[in-house]
């Protein structure tokens, strides 16, 4: 996935805009975005789109970011959206690897009411959004067959730390919601899933998206959530891999299984071991799964 779009779900505007965005996958929207008391209409808007959308032969992923598990609106929000199951959940204010257990322990009684295979339900976390949060990275690998990345977001983590601001002079993060950022790209590492960058929030800014998404990709993030339509394409472009870079992985593989017992090769004028073929064949499986 590279493209993430969150769509408030009490919107019906917005969620038939989303179908025809191009974002890789749509996160329809139950917590930040939706007013306490719209929280009902938003579970009923989101349940009859999911019902329409999964049954279109070409669609997006669909996700549904449901409220925390301390809001204790968890499970009503479950309890409406898992009748038209969509293809994952997306668990803010994620503390650890046991709130992956606990939502999985949720998403599994009702998988059981709908006569759905366990665990097809796939989990992303935003996994940075209390300070709690930002010491249990290392938590999230094993915990759960369910989860499928890992996503950070500065704006709750700013609250909670009383920061005046989490962007520089020059627009770039400062150094907590640096160090934020990169704990997540391990923690989605070490868990063998997904890293996805945060969303960038002036959607008119085309400009500092286009750079926040070079360096993500640069640094190892496989996607970006959006905000707004006129993101995705942008994002989508940086995320895909060039002809070149697909042509060398192919290169550095087949370079590999023509000397099967060498540990290191030489290829292009430099020297590659085995860390260079795992990105090559990282790669190559990203095209096989979009």
Request: glycine share 6%.
């Given at each position: 996935?590279?493209?993430?779009?969150?769509?408030?779900?009490?919107?019906?505007?917005?969620?038939?805009?989303?179908?025809?965005?191009?974002?890789?996958?749509?996160?329809?929207?139950?917590?930040?975005?939706?007013?306490?008391?719209?929280?009902?209409?938003?579970?009923?808007?989101?349940?009859?789109?999911?019902?329409?959308?999964?049954?279109?032969?070409?669609?997006?992923?669909?996700?549904?970011?449901?409220?925390?598990?301390?809001?204790?609106?968890?499970?009503?929000?479950?309890?409406?959206?898992?009748?038209?199951?969509?293809?994952?959940?997306?668990?803010?204010?994620?503390?650890?690897?046991?709130?992956?257990?606990?939502?999985?322990?949720?998403?599994?009684?009702?998988?059981?009411?709908?006569?759905?295979?366990?665990?097809?339900?796939?989990?992303?976390?935003?996994?940075?959004?209390?300070?709690?949060?930002?010491?249990?990275?290392?938590?999230?690998?094993?915990?759960?067959?369910r989860l499928e990345g890992l996503t950070w977001g500065a704006e709750d983590l700013a609250a909670a730390l009383g920061a005046e601001t989490n962007r520089d002079t020059d627009g770039s993060y400062t150094f907590p919601f640096l160090l934020a950022r990169?704990?997540?790209?391990?923690?989605?590492?070490?868990?063998?899933?997904?890293?996805?960058?945060?969303?960038?929030?002036?959607?008119?800014?085309?400009?500092?998206?286009?750079l926040e998404c070079e360096e993500a990709k640069r640094d190892g993030f496989t996607g970006k959530m959006a905000i707004h339509p006129a993101q995705i394409e942008i994002i989508n472009e940086i995320f895909s891999p060039s002809e070149e870079s697909i042509?060398?992985?192919?290169?550095?593989?087949?370079?590999?299984?023509?000397?099967?017992?060498?540990?290191?090769?030489?290829?292009?004028?430099?020297?590659?071991?085995?860390?260079?073929?795992?990105?090559?064949?990282?790669?190559?499986?990203?095209?096989?799964?979009?």
């Open positions: 996935m590279r493209s993430l779009l969150f769509i408030p779900a009490d919107s019906e505007k917005k969620l038939a805009k989303g179908l025809a965005s191009g974002a890789d996958s749509l996160i329809l929207d139950l917590e930040d975005s939706i007013a306490p008391e719209s929280k009902q209409k938003a579970r009923d808007l989101a349940l009859a789109f999911l019902a329409s959308a999964l049954r279109k032969h070409l669609r997006p992923r669909l996700y549904v970011r449901v409220n925390g598990l301390n809001s204790g609106l968890t499970e009503a929000d479950l309890n409406a959206v898992m009748q038209a199951p969509p293809d994952g959940i997306l668990l803010p204010k994620t503390v650890n690897g046991a709130s992956l257990q606990h939502l999985g322990a949720l998403l599994a009684v009702r998988e059981a009411e709908q006569d759905l295979a366990d665990g097809s339900t796939k989990i992303m976390a935003i996994v940075t959004e209390t300070p709690a949060a930002i010491f249990n990275m290392g938590t999230y690998a094993g915990a759960s067959h990169s704990l997540t790209l391990f923690a989605a590492a070490a868990a063998g899933v997904l890293a996805i960058d945060a969303v960038h929030g002036n959607f008119r800014d085309l400009a500092r998206l286009r042509a060398k992985a192919r290169a550095i593989v087949a370079a590999f299984a023509a000397e099967p017992h060498a540990g290191v090769i030489s290829f292009e004028g430099e020297m590659l071991d085995v860390p260079h073929l795992t990105k090559a064949r990282r790669l190559l499986a990203s095209l096989r799964e979009s």
